[in-house]
């Protein structure tokens, strides 16, 4: 079974910058398509990014494209996500996700494309 534990989220001003990491357990890493997903209070679970598991095929959503870029280390089993330009919007419980069904060439933004979830991390953008 897959362990996923994000780290680095805090408090940052707007116009800030963090870089949100998500180390992964197991030997297969590299097969795992990563997500990257957020929650605030009171809203649905969004999709903020997502990368093929050889780190060559990216998505992202609209409202972080130019801001937010995600990356991995399959070395070290751990998945990023460089976030630029906070906006107090952005505030929200940070969660990583693996999938080891998906293409390895599509990543997909949907959140029932994911089979394993780690707990989560907070972001608070403040203005």
């Known amino acids: 079974q897959v362990q996923l534990v994000e780290s680095g989220g805090r408090l940052v001003q707007a116009g800030g910058s963090l870089r949100l990491s998500c180390a992964a357990s197991g030997r297969t890493f590299s097969n795992y398509n990563m997500g990257w997903f957020r929650q605030a209070p009171g809203n649905e679970r969004e999709f903020v990014a997502a990368i093929t598991g050889s780190g060559g095929f990216t998505n992202y959503a609209d409202s972080v494209k130019g801001r937010f870029t995600i990356f991995r280390d399959n070395a070290k089993n751990t998945v990023y996500l460089q976030m630029n330009n906070l906006k107090p919007e952005d505030t929200a419980v940070y969660f990583c996700?693996?999938?080891?069904?998906?293409?390895?060439?599509?990543?997909?933004?949907?959140?029932?494309?994911?089979?394993?979830w780690g707990q989560g991390t907070q972001v608070t953008v403040s203005s």
């Open positions: 996700a693996a999938s080891w069904t998906q293409s390895p060439i599509v990543p997909l933004p949907r959140a029932r494309s994911y089979d394993a």
